[in-house]
């Protein structure tokens, strides 16, 4: 296995399912895809994550892994004024993320995604003419899935 994988806020939370306590495989498994630099994500992300996951255990791991939520590189700021150049994708930011000034993710993990030949894996649905992430990344050829398929892809069983 030597896909990349960018990870949404929601497939954290997702992850955040998988208590260390009855799960330590699962996480043995996440620990060794970011020792090999194959599960990333971004800053947004830990700042969605910041404000929306009560999961003590997954807000902790997060914090110890700050290497996985790197800030944007010029290219990929680059690539998400790109993404902003198709008018329906300016949706991406909702008037609550404006009002409030909130993280928004989305665009950033495609940047991500598409430099680095990545899969996003996020727990949105492809919707036919939305601002969703998966349509994004599909308008751009990027590859998406869910953590199902993501388990899948990799052949994890437990």
Request: net charge negative; proline share 6%; with cysteine.
């Amino acid at each position: 296995m030597s896909a990349t994988y960018v990870l949404d806020t929601n497939s954290f939370r997702v992850f955040g399912n998988y208590y260390p306590e009855s799960f330590p495989s699962f996480w043995d498994q996440i620990e060794k895809l970011v020792a090999d630099g194959l599960l990333v994500s971004c800053r947004e992300v830990a700042k969605e994550l910041e404000l929306q996951s009560s999961a003590e255990h997954l807000n902790a791991w997060v914090d110890s892994h700050p290497h996985l939520f790197l800030d944007p590189t010029k290219k990929e700021m680059e690539y998400v004024a790109q993404i902003f150049r198709v008018p329906h994708f300016r949706q991406l930011i909702g008037q609550k993320q404006q009002l409030k000034g909130l993280p928004v993710a989305d665009p950033f993990l495609v940047a991500r995604g598409a430099l680095r030949g990545a899969s996003v894996v996020t727990e949105e649905a492809l919707k036919p003419n939305a601002a969703k992430l998966p349509n994004v990344c599909e308008h751009f050829g990027v590859l998406s899935t869910n953590v199902q398929g993501f388990l899948v892809e990799v052949g994890w069983r437990f």
